[in-house]
């Protein structure tokens, strides 16, 4: 064992592991889409780490914005202005829709959704919160309430107010139930939604919370229509519509924003990953015009050491520029087209994928036992035998790194891979789909 991996597995506690179990890779490089661990083998990264290496890895213009605010100024205290905290919020404003006038900043995605809870609260001086079930907000008391997934029952019992129900997931609803159109999926969503939000009380809820395209729990798209009846959903109650985008923004769908794939606009917007690309530390609330204004007069009771930290406003100004300049978004939809086409073949050729997702450069691939049963690999929220751990352990073995999730597997790469490095890459991913289809038959 390398002393890096001994030393690292002496002091350092690992989220979401038993300690016990793990065998961290020593990364000393990384560039582009690529990794490399310490006896210099080369790996893609297909996740993009956790979903938020959006430009890659090292990108020249993020690291030396970073370099630059160093040496001009390092910290600032949040009561205080500065160059690259208000041309930050500035840049993030702009690039949102129209109705939007403002941003909190905070330093990740769990804090971005933890702060936005307080400010439906206090902007509405209601106390319920919705969200959906195959969903996850963040790891922090009120965030992990708002997780709707299996990664919530650690923090449990927890803050009360917070109520789930089934979001748009049509290849997984109820056997008697049978769609013969979209617009079916759409009205059967949409009435479990609206049942519920009478069921707890119209007049009692804040807001309601969506992943706009759920992420590490299946890349689940909304059909057709679901956001403009959410739209309408919350106008009819006077209930804030908030999109968690800390995953799905900043070009991982293809545009700056996932809901601007569908025709409804948000109230809230939280954000975090692809804004700094992992390069500093940064999230965010941006809020309509509405909500700003209710705070001229009313205290925001929010409020953080780090908000607005220099090296992280520096680093998203640059990686706002960088998606700009460098085209990054007409990246995806050409990449997107090949992804979609090497994913749809998978589907086809092998008896272990059940069903693929994607929108973007944003895939999941959903792994079964049975195809016409649906079956899942492993049970949800479960791994008892390791067969999902062994499968990612197969895929690292052959230089492609991801994650999992429940049965499924990630597939979310930089979005400056080429079609090269995305076919190339997706060549492992079908070897070990080879395999996987043995274990399985």
Known sequence: MSKIREMDLQYNLHSWSAQGSINPQVITKAEGI????????????????????????QHPKIVQAIKDQ????????????????????????????????KVFFTNAGAEANENAIKIAKMFTGRNKILSTYRSYHGATAGASMLTGESRRQYAEPGIPGFVKFEGPYPYRAP??????????????????????????????????FFETVVGSNGVLIPPKGYYEGVREMCDKYGILFVCDEIMAGFGRTGKMFAFENFNAKPDMITFAKGSTCGYAPLGGV????????HF??????AG????????????????????????????VDKQS?????????????????GDVRYIGLFSMIELVKDK?????????????????????????????LTYKMHNMLAVSPPLIITEKELRDAMKIMDKVLDSVDNMVK
């Open 70 to 101: 160093v040496d001009k100024l390092a910290y600032l205290a949040p009561a205080y202005a500065c160059d690259v905290r208000s041309l930050a919020a500035k840049k993030l404003v702009e690039a949102a829709p129209d109705n939007m006038s």
């Open 296 to 301: 001229d007069k009313n205290i925001l009771g």
């Open 286 to 293: 941006i809020v309509t015009d509405k909500i700003a204004k």
């Open 175 to 208: 056997k008697q139930v049978k769609f013969e159109s979209e617009a079916d999926v759409t009205d059967y969503y949409l009435e479990i939604l609206e049942n519920t939000l009478i069921y707890e009380g119209t007049d009692k809820v804040a807001a309601i």
């Open 372 to 400: 016409t049963t649906k079956e899942p690999m492993v049970p949800y929220g479960k791994d008892p035998d390791g067969v999902m751990a062994k499968i990612i352990g197969m895929l690292a073995a052959e230089g492609f």
């Open 337 to 353: 087209v090949v992804l979609a086409e090497i994913l749809e073949d998978f589907k086809e050729k092998h008896a272990c994928v």
């Open 304 to 331: 953080l050491t780090y908000n607005g930290h220099p090296l992280g406003c520096a680093a998203a100004i640059a990686t706002l520029d960088a998606y700009i300049e460098e085209n990054v978004f007409e990246n």
């Open 34 to 57: 690529y990794l490399w661990n310490e006896e210099g083998k080369k790996y893609y990264d297909m996740s993009s780490m956790l979903v938020n290496a959006n430009l890659g890895h």
